[in-house]
């Protein structure tokens, strides 16, 4: 099997069960139903990345050299690397950086245009001099408001055709669209689990 396919199809497991916090603790803490919250305190590894077909959506929409940029890492950001980007994924999992590092070097996957960034999102974006990106995949903290504050400090690094694409638990489960001149005049861009609604996002400092 291609290792591209391979990568998409079998959804490798780097994350922790919880990966909002950077520590263990006792579900008795959490305002989540007991058994979520157990299973979240729970020890081992399991995927949390985005699904088959956003990763296929990603595979079709990188070219070689391509600028792009994403908060988290995981199976995407194989995808990234052997479409060969020039990559840089922002996440202060150490865990989840060899873990990805491992499989990668197991399965013949180049790594030397991927940049990893040992560092919350929230402190590394505001100081990064990250500009003129064709993609930036928003999939690090998911609850609200973080995808937005993610948002907020990588939106103007978008060149003008730009892709952006996030995931977030609340207001809306996903969102994907593409920085525009003018209205959107129908769906920005597939695929659904990818995308919850459309229109133009102008970068910060533009008119609406």
Known sequence: ?????????????????????????????????????????????????????????????????????????????LVFALRKARHTAVTPSEVEIRLIREYADTNGIGLADVTFVPEPSERYLPQSDESNLNLILLDGKHAFPWPMVDWFFTADRLKRGGLAAWRARRPSKAACARQRQGPCRGPCERPTSCRRSCGRTPTPGQPS
């Not at 291609?2 to 780097?14: A, Q």
């Not at 990966?19 to 803490?29: C, L, N, W, Y």
């Not at 699904?51 to 908060?71: H, N, Y």
Request: proline fraction near 4%.
């Open 1 to 77: 099997m291609e290792v591209l396919e391979r990568v998409i199809t079998t959804r490798p497991k780097f994350h922790a069960n919880e990966t909002e916090i950077q520590r263990s603790f006792d579900p008795g803490e959490s305002l989540l139903p007991e058994a979520q919250a157990r299973r979240l305190a729970s020890s081992g590894l399991t995927c949390c990345g985005i699904g088959e077909d956003v990763l296929r959506f990603l595979a079709e929409s990188v070219g070689e050299g391509q600028r792009t940029l994403e908060t988290g890492a995981g199976c995407s950001t």
